[in-house]
């Protein structure tokens, strides 16, 4: 979510560049635009090779009619833009190149940097501002008459829900494969369903329990239970069984996918929380679905946090027979599952708030696994 304002300005750049450069451009081969960072330059060459949001490496090929425009990063047109020379360009910038393409290389017409110095600072602000005035959590009720939201929210200290009006909202959609920004496609209110993680930013109302919101970003992920069956190492996949039904499952491993495996001692602390979120009375202590915002149960944030301060492990570390959680996207494709975090040591979890001979089970198994295991994946402030 970081870079948000940067794409918007380059893409708004690149627009601008298209329409002034048409005349010129009409007749010859088709112009592209492609947005990165410079991972390597050569000054003397022209050349340099970027690396777009999305991984590729592109290779770009300037002369010496390249037209290069410096703009501030945060600016979504060319107003303050200021001319530079190929050479003024570094590694680490952020780069919107408008050219053509040919079968080894991008000729550059144009290019429109954004300095590292001022991505790093804008970046840095962004942080701050979705710290300072962001929320997140999951989605409870959707009101598409008003436009209303209706999130539980999660993070440190949260428990409750809030009533967010999306009427002056952008809307962005997590891609399956990733939880970066930079990867978020255009969406709108329509996308967004009950039990989606979101993650807004705005302003509160001062009684909290209602919220403005200027951009949402949002996803479907689901947490499940799974027995691993097969490691992969070549695929980075994993064949599994779910929990609770025992269907087969194939877990991909992406390349932001964290892994984490859950020690004896923190499972024993895991297995209290959980039973001391158990239902009372056949109540849950989980929050009831409800048009007007209430109080929620025991925050489960503190689970994942703890989770999240370990040692991050790796696939070879997995074997048959492990008990994972697994947090991921949910694709139209049942049988999978795009890993954005795993836990490994699920099973001391259960062991240890499985009940003694003779007595019922007293906590309710959501997909195989207690209700702590009920991960945000979205960042929450």
């Given at each position: 979510m970081r870079k948000t304002s940067l794409i918007v300005s380059m893409v708004t750049a690149a627009l601008v560049l298209f329409g002034a450069s048409q005349d010129v451009c009409r007749g010859e081969q088709s112009v592209e635009s492609v947005i990165g960072a410079i991972v390597e330059i050569d000054a003397n060459a022209r050349s340099a090779t970027i690396k777009t949001d999305g991984g590729a490496l592109i290779a770009i090929k300037a002369n010496e009619n390249t037209v290069c425009l410096r703009i501030p990063a945060g600016e979504k047109t060319l107003a303050k833009a200021v001319a530079i020379q190929f050479a003024d360009i570094?590694?680490?910038?952020?780069?919107?190149?408008?050219?053509?393409?040919?079968?080894?290389?991008?000729?550059?017409?144009?290019?429109?940097?954004?300095?590292?110095?001022e991505v790093e600072k804008k970046r840095a602000h962004d942080l701050e501002e979705w710290r300072q005035r962001g929320i997140g959590g999951i989605v409870r009720e959707l009101n598409a008459l008003t436009g209303e939201i209706i999130l539980e929210l999660r993070g440190a200290g949260a428990g409750g829900r809030v009533v967010i009006a999306t009427e002056k909202a952008d809307f962005r959609r997590y891609a399956p494969e990733s939880l970066s920004f930079e990867a978020a496609r255009p969406s709108n209110f329509a996308e967004v369903k009950v039990g989606d993680q979101l993650r807004a930013l705005g302003d509160k109302s001062t009684d909290g329990r209602?919220?403005?919101?200027?951009?949402?970003?949002?996803?479907?992920?689901?947490?499940?239970?799974?027995?691993?069956?097969?490691?992969?190492?070549?695929?980075?996949?994993?064949?599994?069984?779910?929990?609770?039904?025992?269907?087969?499952?194939?877990?991909?491993?992406?390349?932001?996918s964290v892994l984490h495996r859950i020690p004896p001692a923190m499972a024993a602390t895991i297995a209290q929380k959980a039973l001391a979120n158990r239902p009372v009375n056949g109540v849950s202590a989980s929050p009831t679905t409800t048009s007007t915002p209430k109080a929620a149960g025991p925050p489960v944030i503190d689970v994942q946090q703890m989770i999240d301060t370990l040692p991050g492990i790796s696939l070879t570390d997995l074997k048959p027979g492990d008990v994972l959680a697994v947090t991921g996207a949910v694709e139209k494709d049942e049988p999978r599952l795009i890993a954005i975090k795993l836990a490994a040591g699920v099973d001391l979890v259960l062991k240890a708030m499985a009940p003694q001979p003779g007595k019922p089970q007293i906590v309710r198994l959501s997909a195989g696994l207690p209700a702590v295991f009920d991960f945000s994946v979205v960042p929450i402030n």
């Amino acid at each position: 979510m970081r870079k948000t304002s940067l794409i918007v300005s380059m893409v708004t750049a690149a627009l601008v560049l298209f329409g002034a450069s048409q005349d010129v451009c009409r007749g010859e081969q088709s112009v592209e635009s492609v947005i990165g960072a410079i991972v390597e330059i050569d000054a003397n060459a022209r050349s340099a090779t970027i690396k777009t949001d999305g991984g590729a490496l592109i290779a770009i090929k300037a002369n010496e009619n390249t037209v290069c425009l410096r703009i501030p990063a945060g600016e979504k047109t060319l107003a303050k833009a200021v001319a530079i020379q190929f050479a003024d360009i570094g590694a680490g910038d952020r780069v919107l190149v408008h050219g053509t393409r040919t079968e080894n290389e991008f000729r550059a017409q144009r290019l429109v940097v954004m300095p590292k110095a001022e991505v790093e600072k804008k970046r840095a602000h962004d942080l701050e501002e979705w710290r300072q005035r962001g929320i997140g959590g999951i989605v409870r009720e959707l009101n598409a008459l008003t436009g209303e939201i209706i999130l539980e929210l999660r993070g440190a200290g949260a428990g409750g829900r809030v009533v967010i009006a999306t009427e002056k909202a952008d809307f962005r959609r997590y891609a399956p494969e990733s939880l970066s920004f930079e990867a978020a496609r255009p969406s709108n209110f329509a996308e967004v369903k009950v039990g989606d993680q979101l993650r807004a930013l705005g302003d509160k109302s001062t009684d909290g329990r209602s919220f403005k919101a200027e951009e949402i970003v949002s996803g479907a992920f689901k947490t499940i239970g799974v027995t691993v069956t097969q490691v992969d190492l070549q695929k980075n996949e994993i064949t599994a069984t779910t929990l609770d039904q025992k269907k087969p499952i194939v877990i991909s491993i992406a390349k932001d996918s964290v892994l984490h495996r859950i020690p004896p001692a923190m499972a024993a602390t895991i297995a209290q929380k959980a039973l001391a979120n158990r239902p009372v009375n056949g109540v849950s202590a989980s929050p009831t679905t409800t048009s007007t915002p209430k109080a929620a149960g025991p925050p489960v944030i503190d689970v994942q946090q703890m989770i999240d301060t370990l040692p991050g492990i790796s696939l070879t570390d997995l074997k048959p027979g492990d008990v994972l959680a697994v947090t991921g996207a949910v694709e139209k494709d049942e049988p999978r599952l795009i890993a954005i975090k795993l836990a490994a040591g699920v099973d001391l979890v259960l062991k240890a708030m499985a009940p003694q001979p003779g007595k019922p089970q007293i906590v309710r198994l959501s997909a195989g696994l207690p209700a702590v295991f009920d991960f945000s994946v979205v960042p929450i402030n």
